[in-house]
């Protein structure tokens, strides 16, 4: 099969949000729109992240491949077992009732997805595993979140080194054992979800890079952000070009 005159399609799952004081809005930003388009290769779609508004199947077949975004409203905890408290934040329900399950049929299918910040919490928890809610009050840990004030460039700065398995597919992908990310997360993986491998570290041990051991397709996702400078940075730009690659072959299969 060819795709003729378009691109691969990349469904963008971003947040249900409220802009000017209670106007609902679906959201996906446009470092990732960017990203997608200017270095994956593909055509970014924004989907509404609503299970009243699309289901799962159409999803898998009008896109080729899915983008998780990072956003504000955490992974709600009922989702993997716990009580929600005041340390869980907010919660985006209607994602979380389309991401979790899109996420599964996709490893399934071998269908590509590349999970950002919220979206590698999302991919762990959909395959059964835990979050922290506050890694920073951890003993030993590192404060992860995005600082308070600054310039954009300062909240997107490179803060921690992120240490890849040797043998793992990050390493191949990055050409790199090392490296270093930026930072804008509070909460982390607490326990690991069936078949989801931990290939990356930051320096106090919180979980940065994950895949899904055994999957037929593209399942890398990070918890920091490579869609900032996504086309210039020597770490974004592999990244989201393997996933363009995986979501090219996934479109002409
Ligand atoms: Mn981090």
Redesign the pocket.
Known sequence: MTLGTRRPVVGIIGNNHLINDGWPVHLGGRMVTEAVAQAAGCMPIIIPSDPRLVSIPELLDLCDGFLLTGGRPNVHPEEYGEEETPAHGTFDRSRDAVALPLVRACVERGQPFFGICRGFQEVNVAMGGTLYPEIRELPGRMN?RMPPDGTQEEKFALR?KVRFSKDGPFRRVLGAQEVM?N?L?GQGIKTAGARVRIDGH?PDG?P?AIFIEDAPGFTLSV??HPEWQAVSDPVSRPLFAAFGDAVREWALN
């Open positions: 992860h921690h990310t930072t997360h930051a919180t940065e918890q920091w």
